[in-house]
């Protein structure tokens, strides 16, 4: 075999992956992608029922309803609210006041069945997306850091951090 | 006062490390041997500083002084000792001050055993590892000071997270950092190999140790994140396909990539300037893990709050690092010889085969995890990439690798016979068939176990392959059992280290196929003396209690875990605890194992609408579980006993004597001119 067969080859080989893998990627991406919608976001588009997606917010305070292991809760943005249903353990870090991340898809009667709630490892932490759109609906108090200013803006009482 | 050393220290330190990659490298341009042995005494010297300033910073977390800003937001003197010590990583500035010692290691290291490298080779690497010193310590001392004081100091800190006391997650990121760093060292010699214009066997049997050992770190880091995850956060899940994690993974398969490539490197003097952009690309990754983790940029169930600001700083350095080394690459490279050629069937083929299918695993794992991150900038809307995308990319990447896995190693250099090398695999083949059949029948015969029962058989195919490669390299069974045992004594620990190594990923394969396929959950309100049947067991529920711990408060349940014949397996007790500094729950998962299948239960949250003393509770079936830390164990094992094969220990002396006695020639002369 002479070099420029080999390199040949190598570029036929290195194709040949390439080509493989966006074909992979062009069709597994299209089918799993998540977005993000914050219930803002679902009273100005119109979301496919059964269409799974992320919504984000705040979990409103006095709204957590604990029914055996089926968990009832609303998330707002401050502007607007969702209902949504859980069944299972919450994550640890799941309180009142605090950014959440649900995974699921909503009902035609407007609640939204989560099929996961994210955990964080970190009580201070707040996803960025919750933070854009707290930003978005102005209730985002700058120069505070993350959890802290949004549970400020809904008056979280029993705050520990910071 | 500790601290304010500890501060100065790191600032000495930068003053080395400005001299450290400054001096030698002129050294090695002027070919003056005073400039370049300048490098040696250096990086003691930067072990050195920043050792006192690790140790610094060590101190006050032992000590427990408040005074330190770091210390009050991550430490509490109640907690634990290891606890205090792992709180000195458990934090941002402390575990990029954890990188940098580590990176100081590693030039220690290269100073110290590195005696007989070629001297312009030692001193453009240890100056390479000294600017990436540079870039790290001016990061910490400008926007990440470890040292800052707080005045008045408070009484008592806030504790750590109690997610991170946790034995597991204590040696988690130190693992992984030193896998991390240690593929800065493929990384700086590349490039002084790049600025000498010349690589050689020699140099890949330099490289090969280093970029070993970090593979062995990398590996036993992100199982050891994968195994605090399973068991900690309490959802029995392994594995994500979360940025965070995926950030460490993607090095990893670049990593071994690269591992790989060396090897032909090494053995054929060929795939070089392919090797040398890998270790480029894999420390270059391994920047961008570290950008990702500590940016917070992507949303992540592993995320910490982190600063933006700070991530500015690390992409810039990891702009530099990368536009930099890449120029330098498309500069230099085109002047590597090129070395032996080989048929596209044949051990050189088989890893080549290897690489283009690692390489673009990891570049399709780095497009999903970074496609949020476009898709925000370029206003697509706010996404996430779920596990979905992930594994319709991977697992069609990985059946096709895993095949050649059993295969190349039977192929031999140069020219392989790839039907004689299929016909020795017989056996494999034969047992493969074997496990599909058994897991298909065994799994009840639906249409959807057929994959997972491939998915087996794989395992079982590269499993045997393994073993059948090195059955025949002893000859086993067509000589006399002493003449086998003789020739198994006289293989080289390289050889073993792949056959444990091919071994653990089989094995790990099918810990990953058959938990996937054949994981169960059930979640449901129980009142004592309820039971709940799944996997073949019975968990009987007995109530809970409140149990007080160091610094935590928990409700311990109690479960009986009895096989289908009434026998008792195990009392389990899985807790929910609340830490008091910083408050904050968490859920001890009881984990009970056979070694095949663990059983798994949670308790939740109490339900006193169902009855006194009810309580949520959550049982996994986890079957094959274990095979994946087996199999991890057994791939760093492996990778262990390839370290201590002799060749790497002794190094290239001839060529270390040839350099310096002759002038060298070729590109590195003109390198010198320039």
Known sequence: MTRKKRRLYFVGLGMLALGGATALVLTAIGDNLLYFYSPTDLTEREVAPGQRFRLGGLVEEGSVEKDGETVRFVVTDLVHTIPVTFTGILPDLFREGQGVVTEGQLGPDGLFTAASVLAKHDENYMPPEVADSLKESGYWEEGLEGAEAAVRSTGGAEQTSH | MIPEIGHYALALGLCVALVQAIVPLIGAQRNNLALMELSRPAAVAQFLTIGVAFAALTHSFIVSDFSVSNVFQNSHTDKPLLYKISGVWGNHEGSLLLWIMILAVFSLAVAVFGRNLPPTLRARALSVQAMITVGFLLFILFTSNPFERIDPAPLNGRGLNPLLQDPGLAFHPPMLYLGYVGFSMAFSFAVAALIEGRVDAAWARWVRPWTLLAWIFLTLGIALGSWWAYYELGWGGWWYWDPVENASFIPWLSGTALLHSAIVVEKRDTLKSWTILLAIVTFSLSLLGTFLVRSGVLTSVHAFATDPTRGVFILLLLAVTVVGSLSLYAWRAPQLKAGGVFAPISREGSLLLNNVLLSTASATVLLGTLYPLFADALNLGKVSVGPPFFNAVFVPLMVPMVLVMALGPMLAWKRGDAYGAARRLWLALVAAAVVFAGTYVAAGGALTDVGAAFGMGLGAWLLIGTLVEWAERVHLFRVDPVTSLKRAA????????????????????????????????????????????????????????RVEGPNYDAVQGRFILRRDDGAVLAVMEPQKRTYTDPPMPTSEAAIHTDGITDHYAVIGDPSPDDGPGAFVTRFYHEPFVPFLWYGALLMGLGGLVSLTDRRHRIGAPTRARARTAAPVGGASARGAAR
């Open chain 2, 490 to 545: 006289g293989l080289p620990r390289a050889a073993y280290g792949m056959t444990l190594a091919h071994a653990g990923m089989a094995i790990l394969v099918m810990g990953v196929v058959g938990n996937t396929a054949w994981k169960g959950e059930s979640i449901q309100v129980m009142s004592p003396g309820e039971v709940v049947e799944i996997g073949g067991v019975a968990y009987e529920f007995r109530g809970a209690e």
